[in-house]
């Protein structure tokens, strides 16, 4: 269900760093929920009477628009407006719902959330700034419990609707915890799981000759050291077959480098599928000289791969 609505917070990710593209579908996974959050009252709004409600639900439309200017923003590549208006948009939004409904309605609690949220995307602040926003969000929170008590309510509504509100507020806030917070922990899994692959073709590529792709020097050295240690263990013999190309040189001078690189590669080719045991290596010593290493080889069988290697 979550790969199938992925889409919906993925706008802006495209061709970012696996880092950006976490923020960023936090911050549209943020707007988008609270686009949920806010609709259902809306609706109630309307069913309800709208002329008793219609301040509450005339500053709602108006921050349903900006969280939907988030996913703009990040959508255009201007992730770093599209956060701050989301944290900006979020603080003002509970603290103007708080201001109309009362401390008594809950709208206030979702500054819990949002503390949270700023710890996840502003990683990499100063540590000053990251101590004064969550500060910020905190003194707001206390001004809206204290400052806003049920009797000066501009809305005024009646004990049940407010509690009925306030449950609602609960159950949102630690929705949204809970599922940003699961949504954050796996773009990190997704993460980790492309540079563990980026590692392995890094090594790959590292440990490959470029222009036959066999086993370069690097692969070849840890490979022997390796296979010697586990077969001296063993009492097991180990043999080496090294190729070199005949008159290879004036080959190259005469043809030129390309048919040169082609030459090699056809060479390389051959030895590969000539060399089919899974433990042996072929591997690209240097220049037209190649080395093949056969673990658990006798001389004798080493003799009889050198001449089918030959032929």
């Known amino acids: 269900m979550v790969d199938n609505l992925a889409w919906l917070w993925s706008a802006g990710t495209q061709g970012k760093t696996s880092r950006s593209r976490r923020k960023i579908a936090l911050t549209n996974q943020v707007a988008i929920f609270g686009i949920a959050s806010v609709v259902p009252y809306q609706l109630f709004f309307l069913t309800d009477g709208i002329g008793h409600y ?172 390796r296979a010697c240690q586990r077969l001296q263990r063993r009492f097991q013999p180990l043999s080496l077959i090294m190729c070199d190309v005949d008159h290879f040189k004036p080959y190259n001078d005469l043809l030129g480098h390309p048919a040169g690189d082609a030459c090699l590669q056809r060479i390389a080719d051959a030895l590969r599928d000539t060399v089919c045991r899974q433990g042996d290596l072929v591997a690209r010593y240097g220049g037209e000289e190649f080395l093949v290493v056969l673990p658990e080889t006798s001389r004798e069988g080493a003799w009889l791969h050198a001449e089918r290697l030959r032929q």
């Open 54 to 225: 219609l301040s509450i639900f005339l500053v709602n439309a108006v921050f349903l628009t900006l969280y939907l200017g988030v996913v703009y923003l990040n959508h255009r590549g201007a992730s770093t407006a599209a956060r701050n208006l989301l944290v900006g948009s979020g603080c003002l939004h509970a603290f103007l719902g708080t201001a109309l409904l009362s401390a008594a309605a809950g709208v206030h609690l979702f500054y819990f959330a949002l503390a949270g949220f700023l710890a996840l995307v502003y990683e990499q602040m100063r540590a000053s700034r990251f101590i004064l926003l969550p500060l910020g969000v905190g003194l707001l929170f206390c001004i809206c419990q204290f400052l806003f008590t049920p009797d000066r309510a501009v809305i005024k509504l009646s004990e049940q609707y407010l509690q009925v509100i306030y449950v609602f507020c609960v159950f949102g806030v630690l929705t949204l915890a809970a599922v940003f917070s699961y949504l954050f922990h796996r773009e990190i899994t997704l993460a980790e799981r492309e540079m563990t692959n980026n590692n392995r073709v890094l090594e790959e590529l590292s440990s490959t000759d470029t222009l036959t792709s066999l086993a370069n020097r690097r692969r070849l050295d840890d490979f022997l050291d």
